[in-house]
């Protein structure tokens, strides 16, 4: 595995400040009513602080400020203090016309960008449910002709960073987006931390952070509540390469850790993680695995991912399925390394089990019984103080083997101090 002291001088040195300008957006006509659009004087207040060579664009404690899309410039830094609000518009025209930039929050080949603060950055994602369904909510479309999106998935997102370099997400809640939350598209030396993310449970499509075809990125104490996939990485057009998540607490009813769907990543580590799944409806993509990684092709016309040199250090999990490990034939995951995992296995939800999820890919559902750790089509398997503990209070129906693994599509499988219990209530 590649050294990770690069990537970590990297976002240690990089700061997307070049000037100590501090601009209110108050002094630029923001009234924070949480009631009339803001848009105008907050984007003027952003380019301001742009055209003078970049700063901080503040806003102040207590208001609330309801906009359409803001663009965020190079060298400009939000600035959200405590009891601010950043409220974003829920019509179709508070958005631009091309569905690839609704965001609430965007910035477009920006250097030097990022937003910080104690205040809450909020997509309004319950106004986007057309009906409360207890399946899977219903939501809101904006699709039409030429949209790129389909179905109910045609939403906005709430924070996106497209072709940026160096940047910098610290100290933030971020609430109730509509769709995903914090997007990353191509970037090049982000860093993530000490923010809160809450998302709807019942609203699908929460995903927590998105890392699409971006490198040398950091994840650090962030505490992601969502409904969907809490951490993505996958790519479009190109790899993901030098991730580090660490420090970070998940609760999910789909994928806590989720790698996949044709994508290319490479040299991983996700350390000092506390996750807890559940079940859900199986319309829900994603059964509670607490880690997924797979290279399986999203359809019949896309090509399998490339998926290697995965770490997972000292990784605590409560759930009620298992690890799931599936490259694909002719593109078999490659160097997975697991140490100091402790995986708790208990059902506490009324859902059924024992479905292996490969959607949207492979091979869609297939029944079977449930593994601790289910693998298949992996070349370099290497665990190291595993501990697997079964919570038995009726019976362990569903449940079948620690570990399955075909042998004839598994190579290099190493396991030291892997063990397996039952705990009775």
């Known amino acids: 595995m590649a050294s990770l002291l690069p990537l970590l001088l990297l976002l240690c040195l990089q700061s997307p400040l070049t000037t100590s300008l501090t601009l209110s957006v108050a002094d630029y006509g923001a009234i924070g009513d949480g009631r009339c659009y803001d848009t105008s004087a907050i984007q003027s207040a ?43 518009g829920t019509r179709r025209g508070d958005y631009p016309a091309e569905q690839r930039r609704w965001y609430v929050v965007l910035a477009e080949d920006a250097k030097g960008v990022g937003i910080e603060g104690e205040g809450t950055i909020d997509g309004q994602g319950g106004a986007f449910v057309e009906r409360i369904d207890g399946r899977k909510n219903v939501m809101v479309s904006w699709n039409g002709t030429g949209m790129g999106c389909l179905g109910d998935e045609c939403r906005p997102r709430l924070v996106g960073f497209v072709g940026c370099k160096g940047v910098l997400v610290s100290g933030l809640r971020f609430v109730q987006p509509a769709y995903w939350c914090l997007h990353l598209v191509r970037c090049e030396g982000t860093t993530i931390r000490d923010v809160q993310i809450k998302g709807d449970w019942d609203t699908p499509n929460n995903d927590g952070i998105d890392v699409e075809d971006s490198n040398n990125t950091l994840i650090e104490r962030v505490r992601i509540d969502t409904g969907d996939d809490a951490i993505c990485p996958k790519s479009s057009t190109g790899p993901v390469v030098n991730l580090v998540a660490r420090d970070c607490w998940i609760r999910t009813k789909s994928s806590a850790i989720k790698l996949g769907s044709a994508s290319c990543v490479n040299n991983v580590t996700f350390s000092n993680i506390n996750i807890s799944t559940r079940y859900y409806d199986p319309s829900w993509w994603g059964r509670a695995e607490p880690i997924y990684v797979t290279t399986c092709p999203r359809d019949r016309t896309s090509k399998s991912g490339a998926i290697s040199d995965l770490l997972f250090i000292n990784i605590s999990a409560m759930s009620e399925n298992g690890i799931f490990l599936s490259g694909s034939s002719g593109a078999p995951l490659r160097d997975l390394r697991f140490i100091n995992v402790n995986l708790t296995y208990k059902r506490w939800t009324n859902y059924s089990g024992g479905l292996f999820d490969y959607r949207p890919g492979c091979h869609g559902f297939v029944k079977h019984g449930t593994a601790g750790v289910m693998v298949e089509h992996v070349n370099g398997l290497v665990m190291e103080n595993v501990k697997m503990k079964w919570v038995e209070e009726n019976g362990l129906k569903g449940w079948d083997d620690p570990m399955e693994f075909r042998p004839d599509s598994v190579t290099g499988l190493a396991l030291n101090g892997v063990t397996s219990y039952v705990e009775r209530l």
Do not use: H, M, Q, W
């Open 46 to 88: 952003i380019d301001a602080c742009a055209a003078a060579g970049g700063g901080r664009v503040v806003f102040p404690s207590g208001g609330t400020y309801l906009t359409k899309t803001l663009n965020l410039r190079s060298g400009v830094v939000l600035r959200l203090e405590r009891g601010s609000r950043i409220l974003g």
